[in-house]
C-alpha cells in the first residue's frame, strides 16, 4: 500500500484532515479533479468525513453519489470509485466481490489505517481470480482514524465509542482481547494525528492506568516508524522542527466530577441536555424534533459556544435586534423610493447585495433562539442553575445554604438523575463520610427512583491510594480561584426576559479543572505533586534505555491532550479560556469519545452492577 504522504504545515489538524481528504478525492493528486467518481464509506469513514466537508463540497471534489459499503449499490461501470474504509476483512470481501462484478470503472482504495499484509494478499487474491487486477488504480494507507469534530477538539471515530468507552475498559470481567482492541484503536488514533502532523511529540502520562499503556505503545509505534528506512511517516518536519509538541495522555479516572458536574456553558450545557453528536444536536419545538448543524462557519456559534448561558441568551438577543433593524432599514428604502431616486438606488444596490448574508444570518439566529429557548425551558423546569451552583460550592470547599441531604429530598428539585450528579460529586469531594451517614443518602436517593449501582464502582475507586491522592488534590482550589462565594458568582447583566426569567444569572469564574492544572504543570515545567511522578516518553530517542528517563528542558507552547476513558466539553472549554489567558499557547483537546452525563452514569451503573 502507498502510503499518502502531503506535506504539512502549521496550521491546525483539521485543515490537514481536511486537506488529506480532499487529495484523496482527487485520487490522492494535488491537482484539482473535478471528474465524476464516486465515494463509498464505511461508518468509521462516514464519521470522520461529516464534520468536515459538506454534500456541497464533496460534489466540488467530484464526488456525484456518496454511499456506505455495506448498502445494496447499482453498477455503475463507467465511473471511478474511492472507497475510504477501515482495512477489515468484511470490507476487503465486499470489495473483492465489487471486483468481480465490475460495479466500477476504476478502484481507488484508501484504508483509514495501515492495512495489513494479510489483507492485501487476500485481496490480490480475489482480484487475480476474477481477472479484475487492472482495475485497482491504487491502494493507499491514509492515517487519518481520528475524527475531527473542531479545529481544538477530537475523538476517536464515533461508531467505534463503545469498544473504547470508559465501561469497556474498567469492566471487571473484561477479556485480554477487548482491552487490546481498545488499546489498539486509541493509539492508532493518536499515531493517525501525528502522523497527519509529522511531528514526534514528547510523551506525558501517569504511572500505572490505561494511558500508561496507550502511551508506551505509541512511543514504540512511533519510533519503529522513524527507524524503518522504508517510513516516510515522520520524514520533513519530524527532522527539522526543533519546536516539538507535548502529548498528554490522561485517564478518565482522574477526574471523574467534571464529566457529572451540572454545566452552564452553551456547547456543554446543549451536549448534556441534546446530545450533540459530530456536531449535529436534535431540538423539540412546539412538540416537533428538528436536527441543527453547529458548524465551523457559524460565527455567532464559534464566537459563544464556550460563554456562560447567560450571556449567550443576551448575545442571541442582540443578534435577533440586528436582523430586525436591518428588515426596518428595507422598509425604509422602499418608502424613500419615491424622493431621491439615484441617491435611493445605490443604497438599494447596496441592500440587496447584502441580502443573502441577512437571510443566512436571520435563519442561523432562528436557530439559536429555538436551541438557546429550549435550553432555558429545561433549565428552569429541572432547577439547573440551583445544582451547578451547588455543586460549585462542593468544589471549592464553600459553605452550602441547604444541606445536600435536604436537596436530595427537595421534590421541586430536578430529576433523580440531577440529584444522582449533585451526590456523586458530593461523595467523590468529601474525604470522610461515616457508613451510617452513607446509607441515609443511599436511602434517599433509592426513594426517589435512582439506580445507585454507580455508588459501588466509585466507592472502589475511592480506596485505591493513588487515586484518592488524585482526588485530594482536584478539589483543592486553583491559583485565582475564589475566595468566597461572594467572589465565586458574578450577575451579569440583565438578559433576555423571553429566556431567562426564573433563572440566575450565574457566571462560571476562571477555576482550573485537573485537567488544565496538569497541562498546565507539564507544560510550563513546573514541580506539582499531581505531576512529579509522571511517565516522560521520547519516541525520538532511537534506543530505550531502562531506568533512564528522556530530560525535558524547555516549555512547550503546542499541548495535545487526550483522555482514555471519555472526554466532555466542560474540561475541553476549560482549557481553551486557559488558551486564552496564556497568548502563544495552543491545545488541542481529544478523547476515545465526548461523554454526556446520562450516558456516563450508565456506564457507571453497569460497572457497580459488576462490583
Not at 489483507?119 to 481470480?129: N, P, S, Y
Not at 477487548?178 to 488499546?183: A, N, P, S, T, V
Not at 502532523?197 to 505509541?218: T, Y
Not at 452525563?597 to 452492577?609: I, K, M, P
Request: aromatic content about 8%.
Amino acid at each position: 500500500a502507498v502510503v499518502s504522504t502531503q506535506s504539512t504545515g502549521a496550521a491546525d489538524v483539521r485543515t490537514h484532515q481536511i486537506d488529506a481528504l480532499k487529495c484523496m478525492l482527487n485520487l490522492n493528486s494535488t491537482k484539482s479533479d473535478n471528474s465524476w467518481k464516486i465515494l463509498v464509506f464505511d461508518e468509521y469513514g462516514r464519521d470522520i468525513i461529516a464534520p468536515l466537508l459538506t454534500v456541497k463540497e464533496l460534489r466540488e471534489c467530484g464526488v456525484t453519489l456518496n454511499l456506505l459499503i455495506t448498502d445494496q449499490r447499482e453498477p455503475i461501470p463507467d465511473v471511478p470509485v474511492v472507497y475510504f474504509i477501515m482495512p477489515t476483512s468484511e470490507n476487503i470481501q465486499i470489495i473483492g466481490e465489487d471486483c468481480r462484478e465490475q460495479k466500477y470503472e476504476r478502484f481507488y482504495i484508501n484504508f483509514i489505517t495501515a492495512v495489513t499484509r494479510q489483507h492485501l494478499e487476500d485481496l490480490a487474491q480475489i482480484t487475480i481470480e476474477s481477472d479484475t487486477v487492472q482495475k485497482i488504480g491504487k491502494i493507499y494507507d491514509q492515517y487519518l482514524s481520528f475524527c475531527m469534530l473542531e479545529s481544538n477538539l477530537f475523538t476517536v471515530s464515533a461508531y467505534d465509542a463503545k469498544a473504547c468507552s470508559y465501561h469497556a475498559l474498567n469492566r471487571p470481567d473484561a477479556k485480554d482481547a477487548d482491552i487490546e482492541k481498545c488499546i489498539n484503536t486509541v493509539t492508532d488514533c493518536l499515531f493517525s494525528l501525528f502522523v497527519t502532523l509529522k511531528e514526534l511529540p514528547v510523551i506525558r502520562c501517569p504511572k500505572g492506568n490505561a494511558a500508561a499503556i496507550v502511551a508506551e505503545k505509541l512511543e514504540k509505534k512511533m519510533r519503529d516508524a522513524r527507524r524503518d528506512p522504508k517510513s516516510e511517516l515522520f520524514k520533513d518536519r519530524a527532522i527539522t522542527n526543533f519546536q516539538r509538541p507535548l502529548l498528554v495522555i490522561l485517564d478518565r479516572n482522574q477526574d471523574i466530577s467534571s464529566t457529572l458536574h451540572h454545566t452552564w456553558t452553551y456547547q456543554a450545557l446543549i451536549h448534556d441536555l441534546f446530545k450533540l453528536y459530530l456536531n449535529r444536536c436534535q431540538v423539540s419545538i412546539e412538540g416537533r424534533s428538528k436536527n441543527y448543524d453547529l458548524t465551523t462557519d457559524d460565527v455567532f456559534w464559534q464566537k459563544n459556544k464556550g460563554k456562560p448561558f447567560p450571556e449567550v441568551a443576551d448575545a442571541v438577543h442582540a443578534e435577533l435586534e440586528a436582523c430586525r433593524a436591518a428588515e426596518q432599514e428595507i422598509k425604509r428604502l422602499k418608502e424613500v423610493m419615491g424622493g431621491d431616486v439615484v441617491s435611493a438606488n445605490d443604497q438599494i444596490a447596496s441592500t440587496v447585495s447584502s441580502l443573502p448574508e441577512l437571510l443566512e444570518k436571520k435563519k442561523r439566529v432562528d436557530m439559536h433562539i429555538n436551541i438557546a429557548t429550549s435550553l432555558s425551558e429545561s433549565i428552569k423546569s429541572r432547577s439547573l442553575d440551583k445544582f451547578f451552583e451547588v455543586e460549585e460550592k462542593i468544589l471549592t470547599k464553600a459553605t452550602l445554604e441547604d444541606s445536600v441531604l435536604e436537596l436530595l429530598k427537595n421534590p421541586d428539585l430536578g430529576t433523580p438523575d440531577d440529584k444522582l450528579r449533585l451526590f456523586i460529586i458530593y461523595f467523590l469531594n468529601t474525604s470522610d463520610l461515616p457508613e451510617s451517614e452513607l446509607k441515609l443518602y443511599m436511602d434517599a436517593l433509592e426513594e426517589i427512583g435512582c439506580n445507585v449501582g454507580c455508588i459501588k464502582h466509585l466507592s472502589k475507586l475511592k480506596k485505591v491510594a493513588s487515586l484518592a491522592t488524585v482526588g485530594a488534590s482536584a478539589i483543592q482550589p486553583a491559583g485565582g480561584s475564589y475566595s468566597s462565594m461572594s467572589n465565586m458568582f458574578k450577575y451579569v447583566k440583565q438578559s433576555s426576559k423571553f429566556m431567562m426569567d426564573g433563572v440566575k444569572n450565574l457566571v462560571v469564574g476562571h477555576r482550573k479543572l485537573p485537567v488544565t492544572r496538569i497541562v498546565d504543570c507539564l507544560a510550563e515545567l513546573r514541580q506539582s505533586p499531581e505531576t512529579d511522578s509522571y511517565m516522560t516518553l521520547d519516541p525520538k530517542v532511537f534506543k530505550k534505555v531502562e531506568g533512564m528517563t528522556p530530560s525535558v528542558k524547555s516549555t512547550f507552547s503546542d499541548v495535545y491532550v487526550f483522555v482514555v476513558g471519555g472526554g466532555n466539553y466542560v474540561e475541553y472549554q476549560n482549557l481553551m479560556a486557559y488558551v486564552e489567558q496564556h497568548p502563544g499557547k495552543r491545545i488541542v483537546y481529544g478523547s476515545s469519545e465526548i461523554l454526556d452525563s446520562s450516558n456516563f452514569l450508565d456506564q457507571l451503573n453497569q460497572l457497580g452492577e459488576m462490583t
